[in-house]
């Protein structure tokens, strides 16, 4: 029996992908970073629809575990992984790492990012780290996503992310230029 997994892409972020992402369809030597990757929607769409130049890459990091919120309650991670697996492995422009944000950027990380989506840890330390740590790596020009800037008021401020986004925007002052603020916030780094 086949589950259905909500497509929260096509719902909160797809738009945001389309205007500030299209320019840059076609284009080679692009080098992508996605910080949480759920089922692979945004994965395919950036496969099909922006990373199609030569010698590009997304590359997608993920416990594929899940977390506290109530939406990851009932959901069976080892299938959502496979549904993941099963999504992306028609796109070989598509490389994973099944570990946490820190992992990765202690061990693997190297090279400089076009775009960084950041939606993995939603805590807003999680979040504050993984911003900071791939900060480091954007390239001027580049664009950086948080999703769910405005999700979790329910939650207690260290269990959400916009205040994590909010401080590193502070930290970071001058820095970048303003895209886009809805329920995610997009920002060009200058």
């Not at 629809?49 to 309650?73: P, V």
């Not at 009932?74 to 944000?101: C, G, S, W």
């Amino acid at each position: 029996m086949a589950v259905e997994y909500p497509n929260w892409f096509s719902k909160t972020a797809e738009p945001n992908f389309k205007q500030f992402l299209s320019p840059l369809a076609g284009k080679d030597d692009l080098n992508f970073l996605q910080l949480g990757a759920f089922t692979g929607d945004a994965s395919v769409w950036l496969a099909q629809n922006i990373l199609t130049g030569s010698d590009c890459l997304l590359t997608d990091i993920d416990t594929w575990e899940g977390s506290d919120e109530e939406a990851h309650e009932k959901m069976n991670f080892a299938h959502v992984y496979q549904t993941y697996l099963d999504k992306v492995k028609p796109y070989p422009v598509i490389r994973h790492y099944e570990m946490t944000t820190d992992d990765y950027f202690r061990s693997f990380f190297a090279g400089q990012c076009d775009f960084v989506y950041v939606d993995a840890d939603h805590t807003t330390v999680g979040v504050l780290l993984d911003a900071e740590h791939s900060w480091y790596y954007l390239k001027s020009g580049g664009i950086m996503a948080f999703d769910d800037y405005t999700w979790g008021d329910h939650y207690p401020m260290h269990q959400r992310p916009k205040p994590g986004i909010d401080l590193f925007l502070l930290r970071h002052s001058g820095e970048y230029e303003v895209l886009a603020v809805n329920l995610q916030y997009w920002i060009k780094k200058k």
